[in-house]
């Protein structure tokens, strides 16, 4: 492993904690809602950190050039790679819909702040 | 027609639907739009059932699908794989949406198609879900049926309280699976595999080291949020609190327990032998006993009926990871059944709850005393479902929790049938007081003032036009059937041998693997049945029992002696402070996750890192 990969680590449960860290200690729910999605970006870095092979080529192949040729020079991961771009899509969705949450519960309970919505208890 | 098709049928049918129906829902007249729908939740009842027998029918009990032209022996490709259990919560979800959208037809009057859509997209995700033979698939159907139940959850956009449970279900469950993608992410990092087969073979090569242990820590996270395992719970009672009525029966009848699908199905397929089994045993007998002690005393407390039942389902939810931890075929099949059981209960008392809102215009048990005295049908019911749902014979909930606690306690907890007799006594309790104070004003009249801690029911919306004078024919029929099914799943003499066959084949790892490798395996050797026994029938009377006697005391809590001054007061102060933590505070709530995540850690990482 080198010290990219532990970085890149690093930064990804940096990021995962962080997010939560905003949730658990958010004052508006757009904020919440935006920490999640930093918690989520945790994800695409580790993913893409998995995948990543030091001095390696992007896993574009000519269409003229048989895969088992290409895979004798090193490429990166593609499945991480599409992975990420599904976790994309996810996020935009979740965030999207959470998002427009947040903005009928200002609109019903005239406030944004975790700590004055009461209503759901015990 | 190959069995191979159905799976794929299985997930694409109610997407078509649901895209059918936004695209024509706009012009169509209601009556259209309701037989569309459940004319495609019908299709896939038919195709899950087929897949069921298919599965049932082939050597190892396993159906695997390859698509996109991949097949097994290549090393890319996704696979779509059936066992009779999988199939079975297919067919359990797709019946219930049926269920559900009958519902709909009265009830709901200002839901537009894309209600309908909603229900059948959920339906794909939850049946992608189970087929699912690879862990980032499983991820995506989680969070398609995650990202479609937020949008349910907060459906009637304009009731303040439902926006609030959906975007806290919404931040806490879409963590959790983010936190499942991480472990994925870590697993993957690991083996440089996502299918659940061969991660299992590669994970079988090298002793478990920490990273691998982590990596399942944080897998079952998402799959315990969805579960509602406490501490993971407390979304559960707030979503479930604010949904729409037929929202709620799939909810608490399939969508929680497919969490607990995926922790078993990544534990006994990919982890089997490489986790030690005596400490994943021991972590779900505790993780399991405290949910249900939780769901319990927190179901007892509630006066606002759809908080009841959805504590109740917490309080099942301890029950069912009980008996799934014992991890062998008779706790599995006691498990299943117990989940099929009690699905067909708590769906009809949901949809009871539904009819008492929309007929009196509350969900508030204490507001609604004595409302219901003239109501002919819906008080019988609810009276008989409650009672299922305390485990009387010979209703399916019954059967599954003498199944269950019979197996847990031969697995190395003796105490289990007074777990299991207690908790479902307790629950069972809760809705015979309920029914007896709406429906037959007994009890005496509680005064008004509520405590602290309390969310009455009376602030609900009604879900319908105006309220209701009658109970319409469309949605007493839900109720009846489910609970006669309910009922059948008891009687009907093969049923135990039946979910006894599934149970195995769904812990038989090696013919897992052979269907998903397309090679041979031989198919296990048929465990034992368990069905009703002597002691399984006088310990669900037991509880029914208890359960009326609890109910009793509770009505009539007043001309009953007061325990001591000093006892009193402290147990008054802990369940305040225990209800307190349900704050429907999302800060909190993500606190608690991560407290689960570090308990998960301790009661299965230490263990088998210290071995």
Redesign the interface.
Same mark, same amino acid.
């Given at each position: 492993m080198t010290v990219l990969h532990v970085s890149a680590y690093l930064v990804?449960g940096w990021l995962?904690l962080a !997010? @939560?860290f905003g949730?658990? #200690? =958010?004052r508006n729910?757009v904020h @919440? $809602?935006v920490c999640?999605s930093v918690?989520?970006s !945790? %994800?695409y870095v580790? &993913?893409i950190a *998995?995948g990543y092979q030091s001095g390696a080529s992007p896993p574009v192949f000519d269409g003229s050039t048989p895969p088992d040729v290409a895979a004798r020079s090193p490429v990166v991961d593609p $499945? $991480?790679q599409a992975?990420t771009l599904?976790?994309v899509v *996810?996020s935009a %969705? *979740?965030t999207a &819909? &959470?998002l427009a &949450? @947040?903005v009928? *519960?200002a609109k #019903?309970?005239g406030t944004l702040d975790?700590?004055e919505?009461? =209503?759901? #208890? !015990? | 027609m190959a069995v191979s098709v159905l799976a794929p049928l299985a997930v694409g049918v109610p997407i078509v639907g649901a895209c059918l129906l936004l695209v024509v829902g706009r012009w169509a007249p209601r009556p259209l739009v309701d037989w569309t729908a459940v004319a495609t939740a019908a299709a896939v009842v038919v195709l899950d059932v087929l897949l069921l027998l298919g599965s049932a029918a082939a050597p190892a009990g396993h159906v695997a699908t390859w698509l996109g032209g991949w097949g097994p022996g290549g090393p890319l490709g996704i696979a779509l794989v059936a066992d009779p259990v999988s199939a079975g919560a297919a067919v359990l979800a797709a019946a219930l949406t049926v269920a559900a959208l009958v519902y709909t037809w009265r009830y709901l009057d200002s839901a537009e198609a894309h209600f309908h859509a909603l229900l059948l997209l959920f339906l794909a995700g939850m049946t992608g879900f189970v087929l699912s033979g690879d862990l980032f698939d499983m991820f995506v159907f989680f969070e398609l049926m995650g990202a479609v139940a937020y949008a349910l959850t907060g459906f009637r956009v304009e009731e303040p309280s439902s926006v609030q449970g959906a975007l806290a279900f919404g931040v806490v469950n879409s963590f959790g699976a983010y936190v499942t993608l991480t472990g994925i992410g870590v697993l993957y990092a690991q083996t440089g595999q996502l299918g659940l087969a061969p991660l299992a073979v590669a994970l079988q090569e090298h002793p478990p080291g920490a990273v691998v242990v982590g990596g399942f820590v944080l897998v079952l996270t998402g799959f315990c949020v969805k579960a509602a395992i406490v501490p993971f719970h407390f979304w559960l009672d707030d979503a479930h609190a604010v949904a729409p009525t037929p929202v709620c029966v799939l909810f608490s009848g399939i969508m929680v327990e497919l969490g607990l699908y995926g922790v078993f199905r990544v534990t006994t397929t990919v982890f089997g032998p490489v986790l030690p089994e005596a400490d994943l045993h021991r972590a779900f007998l505790v993780l399991g006993t405290l949910t249900a002690l939780l769901g319990a005393l927190l179901c007892f407390l509630q006066r606002h009926l759809k908080r009841l039942l959805a504590y109740s389902t917490i309080a099942h939810v301890g029950l069912f990871v009980a008996a799934f931890g014992t991890l062998d075929p008779a706790g599995t099949a006691g498990g299943a059944l117990y989940v099929a059981g009690h699905a067909a209960v708590k769906s009809a008392l949901f949809l009871v709850a539904g009819s008492i809102l929309d007929r009196y215009g509350s969900v508030d048990e204490i507001d609604l005393h004595g409302a219901g005295r003239r109501a002919r049908l819906l008080p019988w019911l609810m009276l008989l479902a409650g009672f299922a749902l305390a485990g009387l014979p010979p209703f399916g909930a019954g059967l599954g929790k003498a199944v269950a606690e019979e197996a847990v306690a031969e697995a190395g907890a003796p105490w289990a049938p007074v777990l299991f007799v207690l908790v479902s006594a307790v629950t069972g309790a809760a809705v015979l007081r309920a029914a007896c104070r709406i429906y037959f004003g007994l009890g005496s009249r509680p005064d008004k003032d509520t405590a602290r801690e309390d969310t009455t029911g009376s602030g609900e919306e009604a879900e319908v036009g105006g309220l209701l004078q009658r109970i319409p024919a469309t949605m007493l029929a839900p109720i009846v059937v489910l609970l006669a099914g309910g009922l059948v799943l008891g009687v009907l003499p093969g049923v135990p041998a039946a979910f006894a066959v599934a149970a195995g084949h769904f812990l038989d790892r090696a013919g897992y693997l052979a269907a998903a490798f397309g090679t041979v395996a031989a198919p296990p050797a048929p465990p034992a049945a368990s069905g009703w026994t002597a002691s399984g029938v006088a310990l669900g009377l037991v509880s029914a029992v208890l359960a009326a006697l609890l109910a009793l005391a509770a009505l009539y809590r007043d001309r009953l002696l007061h325990p001591p001054g000093p006892g009193r007061r402290v147990g008054v102060a802990a369940v305040g402070r225990l209800r307190g933590l349900h704050s429907g505070h999302i800060g909190d709530y993500l606190t608690w996750l991560l407290v689960g995540v570090a308990l998960l850690a301790v009661l299965i990482g230490v263990p088998v890192l210290l071995r």
């Amino acid at each position: 492993m080198t010290v990219l990969h532990v970085s890149a680590y690093l930064v990804a449960g940096w990021l995962l904690l962080a !997010g @939560a860290f905003g949730i658990a #200690r =958010s004052r508006n729910l757009v904020h @919440a $809602v935006v920490c999640l999605s930093v918690a989520q970006s !945790g %994800t695409y870095v580790l &993913l893409i950190a *998995v995948g990543y092979q030091s001095g390696a080529s992007p896993p574009v192949f000519d269409g003229s050039t048989p895969p088992d040729v290409a895979a004798r020079s090193p490429v990166v991961d593609p $499945v $991480v790679q599409a992975m990420t771009l599904t976790d994309v899509v *996810v996020s935009a %969705t *979740v965030t999207a &819909l &959470l998002l427009a &949450l @947040a903005v009928q *519960v200002a609109k #019903r309970h005239g406030t944004l702040d975790p700590d004055e919505l009461t =209503s759901l #208890r !015990g | 027609m190959a069995v191979s098709v159905l799976a794929p049928l299985a997930v694409g049918v109610p997407i078509v639907g649901a895209c059918l129906l936004l695209v024509v829902g706009r012009w169509a007249p209601r009556p259209l739009v309701d037989w569309t729908a459940v004319a495609t939740a019908a299709a896939v009842v038919v195709l899950d059932v087929l897949l069921l027998l298919g599965s049932a029918a082939a050597p190892a009990g396993h159906v695997a699908t390859w698509l996109g032209g991949w097949g097994p022996g290549g090393p890319l490709g996704i696979a779509l794989v059936a066992d009779p259990v999988s199939a079975g919560a297919a067919v359990l979800a797709a019946a219930l949406t049926v269920a559900a959208l009958v519902y709909t037809w009265r009830y709901l009057d200002s839901a537009e198609a894309h209600f309908h859509a909603l229900l059948l997209l959920f339906l794909a995700g939850m049946t992608g879900f189970v087929l699912s033979g690879d862990l980032f698939d499983m991820f995506v159907f989680f969070e398609l049926m995650g990202a479609v139940a937020y949008a349910l959850t907060g459906f009637r956009v304009e009731e303040p309280s439902s926006v609030q449970g959906a975007l806290a279900f919404g931040v806490v469950n879409s963590f959790g699976a983010y936190v499942t993608l991480t472990g994925i992410g870590v697993l993957y990092a690991q083996t440089g595999q996502l299918g659940l087969a061969p991660l299992a073979v590669a994970l079988q090569e090298h002793p478990p080291g920490a990273v691998v242990v982590g990596g399942f820590v944080l897998v079952l996270t998402g799959f315990c949020v969805k579960a509602a395992i406490v501490p993971f719970h407390f979304w559960l009672d707030d979503a479930h609190a604010v949904a729409p009525t037929p929202v709620c029966v799939l909810f608490s009848g399939i969508m929680v327990e497919l969490g607990l699908y995926g922790v078993f199905r990544v534990t006994t397929t990919v982890f089997g032998p490489v986790l030690p089994e005596a400490d994943l045993h021991r972590a779900f007998l505790v993780l399991g006993t405290l949910t249900a002690l939780l769901g319990a005393l927190l179901c007892f407390l509630q006066r606002h009926l759809k908080r009841l039942l959805a504590y109740s389902t917490i309080a099942h939810v301890g029950l069912f990871v009980a008996a799934f931890g014992t991890l062998d075929p008779a706790g599995t099949a006691g498990g299943a059944l117990y989940v099929a059981g009690h699905a067909a209960v708590k769906s009809a008392l949901f949809l009871v709850a539904g009819s008492i809102l929309d007929r009196y215009g509350s969900v508030d048990e204490i507001d609604l005393h004595g409302a219901g005295r003239r109501a002919r049908l819906l008080p019988w019911l609810m009276l008989l479902a409650g009672f299922a749902l305390a485990g009387l014979p010979p209703f399916g909930a019954g059967l599954g929790k003498a199944v269950a606690e019979e197996a847990v306690a031969e697995a190395g907890a003796p105490w289990a049938p007074v777990l299991f007799v207690l908790v479902s006594a307790v629950t069972g309790a809760a809705v015979l007081r309920a029914a007896c104070r709406i429906y037959f004003g007994l009890g005496s009249r509680p005064d008004k003032d509520t405590a602290r801690e309390d969310t009455t029911g009376s602030g609900e919306e009604a879900e319908v036009g105006g309220l209701l004078q009658r109970i319409p024919a469309t949605m007493l029929a839900p109720i009846v059937v489910l609970l006669a099914g309910g009922l059948v799943l008891g009687v009907l003499p093969g049923v135990p041998a039946a979910f006894a066959v599934a149970a195995g084949h769904f812990l038989d790892r090696a013919g897992y693997l052979a269907a998903a490798f397309g090679t041979v395996a031989a198919p296990p050797a048929p465990p034992a049945a368990s069905g009703w026994t002597a002691s399984g029938v006088a310990l669900g009377l037991v509880s029914a029992v208890l359960a009326a006697l609890l109910a009793l005391a509770a009505l009539y809590r007043d001309r009953l002696l007061h325990p001591p001054g000093p006892g009193r007061r402290v147990g008054v102060a802990a369940v305040g402070r225990l209800r307190g933590l349900h704050s429907g505070h999302i800060g909190d709530y993500l606190t608690w996750l991560l407290v689960g995540v570090a308990l998960l850690a301790v009661l299965i990482g230490v263990p088998v890192l210290l071995r």
